[in-house]
């Protein structure tokens, strides 16, 4: 059974709009520190964005800073992901990771710290 399920991907233009969605299983896992990750074809998996669950910590990539934002809605045990403004280097496949471990800030956007990862969503920005 897989405990974090990504969906929101699909293709934009250029400057558009989206809003990515982990759901996370309560039974399976609670998490302490959740991340949205991306990699395109060729290039590093990266982090976009890395979030404790609690909120007190969060975490940008240089790239995104400004333009994304994660948030989560407790009682539906979900992180989210908007992203505004966005270009064609944003395209990628978006992935959800999730640890129930408490971390400090500089390693929520180191991906080899995740033991849980969802499937990825695709996201297309073309022009």
């Known amino acids: 059974q897989v405990p974090l399920v990504e969906s929101g991907g699909g293709l934009v233009k250029p400057g558009d709009s989206l809003r990515l969605s982990c759901a996370v299983s309560?039974?399976?896992?609670?998490?302490?520190?959740m991340g949205w990750f991306r990699q395109a074809p060729g290039k590093e998996r990266e982090c976009v964005a890395a979030?404790?669950?609690?909120?007190?910590?969060?975490y940008y990539g240089e790239n995104v800073k400004g333009r994304f934002t994660i948030s989560r809605v407790e009682a539906r045990n979900t992180l989210y992901l908007q992203m505004q403004h966005l270009n064609p280097q944003d395209t990628a496949i978006y992935s959800c990771?999730?640890?129930?471990?408490?971390?400090?800030?500089?390693?929520?956007?180191?991906?080899?710290?995740?033991?849980?990862w969802g499937q990825g969503t695709q996201v297309t920005v073309s022009s």
């Open positions: 979030f404790t669950w609690s909120g007190r910590n969060s």
């Open positions: 309560g039974r399976t896992l609670r998490p302490g520190v």
């Open positions: 990771a999730a640890d129930p471990r408490n971390w400090i800030l500089t390693a929520l956007s180191s991906a080899h710290n995740y033991d849980y």
